[in-house]
């Protein structure tokens, strides 16, 4: 069986971590919100998790989310991450973790949760089926991605100032995963009642640098592991900026830049 395609460098994206981690709590935003959203969909299930993981924990909005939307219901929870500088600086058990490589045993976990990571991940159905097996029967994921509509007017500007000054666009903006096709993930992965679900936020900006700051605070800096060969100059980059205030610019001057949040909910097969 061949491996699946190199898309990302995981080592760059762990040093961008790394880089972002004394500001995080600056721009966690988006991270908070799927953090809130997971642990709103723990309240109403009437059963608890022992022994549960965060996957990219970062700065720990979900722990934060989960006592305060479903106190009591997780018993231990370990907080992982790529980057150990996400998690340092707070108590409780912490984990310095690949979610390509997951270092748990079989059958060894009761809920396992992502918050904003497995978009970076080069083979999202593979570590789905890596979580699926160290659920214990009857376990549940619950995991939040980026999808497909995120940062489109971002992307559109750029091929459309490469195109105009470069005369052609390679790949700058990440490629995420269609959200339309989220469920099926889970299918693919062996999780039984998979339910895949789609929150798109717009957020906008009074200019294209603060949306650049803020995806750098974020981590969420492309790491495609094929860069693109010519570097961001600033005639491109103020074309750019120029044809996204064209193109999508509020009466009021600022700018939208959209986000889709795509969450998935699916269970290990047995024991429920």
Known sequence: ????????????????????????????????????DIA??????????????DLSARGGAFREALALEAPGRVGTLIEADLSHR??????????????????????????????????????????LIQCRRALKPGGLFIGAFLGGTTLTELRQSLVAAEVEILGGAGSRVSPFADGRDAAGLL???????????????????????????DLRQMGETSVLADRHPKPLTRILLARTAEIYAERFGLPDGRI???????????????GQ
């Open 1 to 36: 069986m061949s491996a699946p395609p190199r898309l990302f460098d995981r080592a760059l994206h762990r040093r961008r971590l790394d880089r972002a981690a004394p500001g995080y709590a600056d721009a966690d935003f988006l991270q908070r919100r799927a953090a809130q």
């Open 40 to 53: 709103e969909r723990l309240a109403p299930i009437l059963r608890s998790f022992p022994l549960a993981v």
């Open 86 to 127: 996400m998690l340092a600086g707070r108590s409780g058990p912490r984990l310095v973790a690949d979610e390509e490589r997951l270092p748990f045993a079989d059958a060894s976990l009761d809920l396992i949760v992502s918050t904003l990571g497995l978009h970076w991940t080069n083979d999202v159905v593979g570590a």
């Open 187 to 213: 299918d693919r992965a062996g999780l039984k009642e998979p339910v895949g679900d789609v929150d798109t936020v717009t957020v906008t900006y009074a200019h294209l640098l603060k949306l650049f700051l």
């Open 256 to 270: 939208p830049a959209t986000f889709e949040i795509v969450t998935l909910t699916g269970w290990a097969a047995g």
